[in-house]
């Protein structure tokens, strides 16, 4: 037996970091340092699936709402740092519907976790006794089709269908809306045979 | 490691007294290899990087620093850096000036968390993920925050020039980046890079980057597309000194300064150790030295076995350098693409090759599931006994229960799998039922 169990270490240093944070972008006045303790705090939430041996998942956090979203967040907050938006002050009504509507959530939450059997936490000696199973493989199989935590089951490769094609209609649909939309007459084609390059920006 | 440091005992004294301390060492140990690998990487590649620029342009390079070669000239470079003062512009936004070298340098060393430097049954990586390749390619992309928060609060229109073309050409580069990765992924079966490296044991004919015509395409535009990932030129306009003085670095100045270059040339390495075990063998060189010396064998622990990892490590690193030393030779080949001139690479030719690679690879894959090498010979009989690993840990099932299921799999005419952690590889063979 260890004097110090490492998994609760990092789940608080974990937990304590995405909460910390998440109160910084509320306090915070600035736009962009509020897009920034939010990077922090979703990146330790991704900490959080690592630690829970959920490699896909945490990636996925980290590739979307880290990397994706949040590229394009700090994009746009930069296009639109003026002057007026640069410090955002929120005023004493703002503050008491926020804490009306976050408090209320809260205490949802609280209530649900402690309340529900399934998921109160187990000893120290029964989480000890657990292994770590990999589970993007499972996870990966089961899209295209095949449960391998039960073959009788079918998998669930139509919604993961549905959802490919659907992206796969958003890449070509964003390609085409951000095209140069330039009219190109005779005269133009006769003295600039190679009107190459868009202006994508 | 822990466990070994928990036991490891010198001259009669236990090294670790309390079994937490083991935890604690056996982080630092992973760490301190890991930073230093990036520090001392770019120590030599800053020095490369000259030398390399330098006989391109018919010129010597540094010569005198540190006797031959100037082989020290990069750590005088950096005591000079040291000394010089810490500036900050007036109307910069402190905080943000002052982490985001650190956010560049510490998602710059975080991708080698995921990379494995040999393989086997024990193989040499600081964690083991079995989302591997998507771990990696998700935290290069985490690089950017340090270049856009860089460009922001330095207050100075040529860095949020700088930061706002690298947005544009990080977010759109993610795109074909990724399927170009994806095909390895599907060949291989796995994301596990472990995995991905070790199918592609013996001569460089296993190598995927020879599997068929497609991968052999799918390569070349991922070192185009990993180029641009990294910002270096020819697609290196963040911090183009034509235009934008020194784009988003242009208002830093000594370590800070320092720390955007150690994480450029840690990524620089990165990508190329990611390329050479998805395409090039990872730590299986061209000719099988280890298995032809005799060296290997799985037990961890034996001298043969520590000799065969060395070897795949020196492989590693080997063709990662190589990777560098290639994207030198491009940087000072080429001029400098104009941004629409990047996006167009991007959006007209590389995510459509990539997609198109993708189709036909699959194609390729389902017609000739056991082929490699262009088609012309068979993968080995010992690929299809690599292990993942991610069902080992279960209880195996008893057997008349193991007959139901794969009877019950056969009627429902599903492909074959192994139900023991046995890597299903070519899926749609089907003759591994």
Partial sequence: ?201 | MAQFLSELSVFGFRVCPWPWLAYVLAGVVHIALIINLVAVGALIFIWLERKISARIQDRLGPTRVGGKFGWLQTLADGLKLLTKEDLMPNGADGLLFKLAPYISFCAAISAFIAIPFAGGSYPWIAQHLNAGVFFVLAVLGLEVFGVILAGYSSASKWSLFGAMREAAQVVSYEVPLGMCVVVPVMIAGSMDMVVIGDMQAGWFTNWLVFHDPFTFVTFWVFITCATASVNRAPFDLAEAESELVAGFHTEYSGLRWSFFFMAEYGSMFSVSILASILFLGGWHGPVPVASLLGLGGESSGSIGWFLAQLLGLGNVLLKGTLGVCIMMWIRWTLPRLRIDQVMTTCLKYCTPIAAVMFLGATCWHYNFPSKNFFGLTSYPQSVYQIKEGWDATKKQPLAAEAKADKVAQVQRGKRAISRHGERPIFLSSGERL
């Fill in chain 1, 1 to 201: 037996m260890d004097a110090i169990y490492w998994p609760s270490v990092f789940f608080l240093l974990f937990g304590g970091t995405a909460c910390t944070f998440a109160v910084a972008v509320l306090v915070s006045k600035n736009i962009v340092r509020m897009a920034f303790y939010l990077i922090l705090s979703l990146a330790a939430t991704a900490g959080l699936f690592f630690l829970a041996g959920a490699d896909f998942v945490g990636a996925m956090q980290l590739m979307i709402y880290v990397g994706g979203t949040l590229v394009l967040l700090v994009f746009g907050v930069m296009l639109t740092s003026q002057e007026r938006f640069v410090e955002m002050k929120s005023d004493a009504g703002d503050w008491v519907i926020g804490f009306l509507a976050g408090g209320a959530l809260l205490a949802t939450l609280i209530w649900a976790a402690v309340s529900i059997p399934a998921w109160q936490g187990m000893s120290r000696a029964e989480a000890e006794a657990l292994t770590v199973e990999k589970t993007a493989t499972p996870l990966g199989m089961s899209l295209v089709g095949f449960r391998v935590d039960n073959p009788k089951e079918s998998g669930y490769l139509f919604p993961f269908e549905i959802v490919s094609v659907h992206l796969l209609v958003v890449l070509v649909g964003a390609a085409y809306l951000a095209r140069a939309k330039r009219k190109i007459t005779k005269v133009a084609l006769a003295s600039e045979p190679s009107s190459a390059g868009t202006d994508q920006n």
